[in-house]
């Protein structure tokens, strides 16, 4: 099988407060479709830890020296993000499981790498743990993948939420693409159009904020205009997807629309660009998501979607104009347009 899963059984002893979206049921989703996985005859490990030699790529060691001091304690580190005696040991394991997925992905060993953890990282800044993320996972494996010969790597962040922290990580750096599909305004208010990338990474962020209300054919036709030509261009060497689920219609956080048929069109567009620039060379990692029913359906379909020979996308019919995602694609190919081709 060329897809494998990575994940912990010790995603749940991340604890945070009763009632807070990061709730441990989250780990029970993930834990149900490893299983389910695992019945269909796939294969499932468990991460190690990630090194703090792969963690210092991307987090400063002051930062790394406060978040250990929080192991075998319960710490509030900022209005919503917490820590659980073992959260450490356990945001250890959501980075590592990144690291495994970018390493069997690079190696060969699998196409594609599908890493279910928590906390989400995409928040994280090199010195600041942020809505609900500690380490940032997809960051530490994009780091990770230069150090194995990849030069250009690129990274697709369908979260509802804007990646603050894998944007300001990489924003300087044109060997690391950051596409991020995002609501707006929003959490955490970073992400207009207009942010494009600094110094020489210069046209290597794109930003394509997205008003509430987004429907399935506003993302597709941000995929069509922006998202696909753009990595076509970049041709990366590896593809990692910040895969969040919290822009589904049932999410309780945002106010997006998307149906989960649209979680695997948007798998499906990334797997055939993986396959056309780079052997199909892909490793997703989970971000948010936080309605139960909705998470594991979207997973669910992910996953079937990557086990799956690659195939025409199959984007769900839409009969509402998608008015929010022209918006969206005018602004950014505005920004982008000294430095692609549209
Ligand atoms: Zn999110």
Redesign the pocket.
């Known amino acids: 099988m060329p897809v494998i899963l990575i994940s912990s059984e010790r995603f749940a002893e991340h604890q945070t407060p009763p009632g807070h979206p990061e709730g441990p049921e989250r780990a029970e989703v993930m834990d149900a479709v490893a299983a389910q996985w695992r019945k269909l005859g796939g294969e499932v490990v468990a991460p190690r830890q990630a090194t703090r030699e792969q963690l210092a790529r991307v987090h400063d060691a002051d930062y790394l020296r406060r978040i250990s001091e929080t192991a075998g304690r319960a710490v509030a580190l900022d209005q919503d993000t917490y820590t659980s005696p073992d959260s450490y040991e356990v945001a250890l394991l959501a980075a590592g499981a990144a690291i495994d997925a970018i390493e069997r992905v690079m190696g060969g060993s699998h196409k594609v790498a599908l890493a279910l953890v928590r906390p989400?990282g995409h928040h994280a800044e090199r010195h600041r743990a942020m809505g609900f993320c500690l380490f940032n996972n997809v960051a530490v494996a994009a780091a990770h993948a230069r150090t194995l010969g990849a030069e250009r790597v690129a990274i697709v962040d369908f979260?509802?939420?804007h990646g603050n922290g894998t944007q300001h990580q990489f924003e300087d750096d044109p060997s690391v693409l950051y596409v991020s599909l995002h609501q707006w305004p929003y959490y955490p208010g970073t992400g207009a159009s207009a942010e494009t990338g600094v110094g020489a990474g210069r046209g290597f962020t794109v930003n394509l904020p997205l008003e509430a209300g987004a429907v399935d054919a506003d993302y597709r036709l941000v995929f069509d205009e922006v998202v696909v030509p753009v990595l076509r261009q970049f041709k990366p060497d590896v593809l990692l997807v910040s895969a969040?689920f919290?822009a589904h219609e049932r999410d309780p956080l945002a106010n997006m629309r998307l149906t989960t048929a649209s979680f695997g069109a948007m798998t499906s567009e990334l797997g055939r660009l993986a396959e056309e620039c780079c052997q199909g060379r892909m490793a997703l990692v989970t971000?948010?998501g936080y309605d139960l029913r909705a998470l594991a359906a979207s997973l669910d379909t992910v996953v079937k979607v990557l086990a799956s020979p690659i195939s025409e996308p199959q984007w769900p019919k839409s009969d509402v104009a998608p008015a929010r995602g022209r918006a969206s694609a005018d602004a950014a190919k505005q920004a982008l347009a000294p430095f692609w081709g549209f």
């Open positions: 989400p979260d509802v939420h969040g919290d971000e948010g």
